[in-house]
T-cell receptor, first 113, second 113 residues
Framework: NAGVTQTPKFRVLKTGQSMTLLCAQD?????MYWYRQDPGMGLRLIHY???????AKGEVPDGYNVSRLKKQNFLLGLESAAPSQTSVYFC????????????FGPGIRLTVL | AQSVTQLGSHVSVSEGALVLLRCNYS??????LFWYVQYPNQGLQLLLK??????LVKGINGFEAEFKKSETSFHLTKPSAHMSDAAEYFC???????????FGTGTRLTIIP
């Protein structure tokens, strides 16, 4: 099992460009999450999904959109990137309630100039 | 609403000394509590979790944590620090029926040779 994988590993964007970050898991997990990690702020939840075809907003959803068309994939989109979106993005998944342990991917380092 | 406070964004201990990382939580219902570790340039991995069974929880790499309801705490300890313990540690809280984790801001642990 590869676990949770994220693509790409690094990316540099210019302000206003768009891109999609891909998260894939091969553990047949129901729930998937996108977080951003910024120095001194811990992990903040952007969006999450409790099953194929569902999405929900987290703590910091503005400027991001998500889709969960297939159970194993969770995509995070930036329609018009801003410097404030420079961050490390982590994807996580879990089996669903009551299994609360989340399994994390290695992260995507995104810089917006 | 639930929240986690991690006292001390940076902690330094000598190799072989006791490691104590502090976590206090706020939750209006019985919590589930987690400690995650993040090594440089990696994702988070679970160290240990409390889900209302034994209040003293043992995790990987010799770490343990004790749930103290009266103090609303879940501090992480290790009797003897090793150089390989240098990492960032995150405390997180959720509760039964809640699909989201709330993370603390993290504590960076440095081991002094």
């Amino acid at each position: 099992n590869a676990g949770v994988t994220q693509t790409p590993k690094f990316r540099v964007l210019k302000t206003g460009q768009s891109m999609t970050l891909l998260c894939a898991q091969d553990m047949n997990h129901e729930y998937m999450y996108w977080y951003r990690q910024d120095p001194g702020m811990g992990l903040r939840l952007i969006h999450y999904s409790v099953g194929e075809g569902t999405t929900a907003k987290g703590e910091v959803p503005d400027g991001y959109n998500v889709s969960r068309l297939k159970k194993q994939n969770f995509l995070l989109g930036l329609e018009s990137a801003a410097p404030s979106q420079t961050s490390v993005y982590f994807c996580a998944s879990n089996l669903g309630l009551p299994y609360n342990e989340q399994f994390f991917g290695p992260g995507i380092r995104l810089t917006v100039l | 609403a639930q929240s986690v406070t991690q006292l001390g964004s940076h902690v330094s201990v000598s190799e072989g000394a006791l490691v104590l990382l502090r976590c206090n939580y706020s939750s209006s219902v019985p919590p589930y509590l987690f400690w995650y570790v993040q090594y440089p340039n990696q994702g988070l991995q679970l160290l240990l979790k409390y889900t209302s069974a034994a209040t003293l929880v043992k995790g990987i790499n010799g770490f343990e944590a004790e749930f103290k309801k009266s103090e609303t705490s879940f501090h992480l300890t290790k009797p003897s620090a090793h150089m390989s313990d240098a990492a960032e540690y995150f405390c997180a809280v959720t509760n039964f029926g809640n699909e989201k984790l709330t993370f603390g801001t993290g504590t960076r642990l440095t081991i002094i040779p």
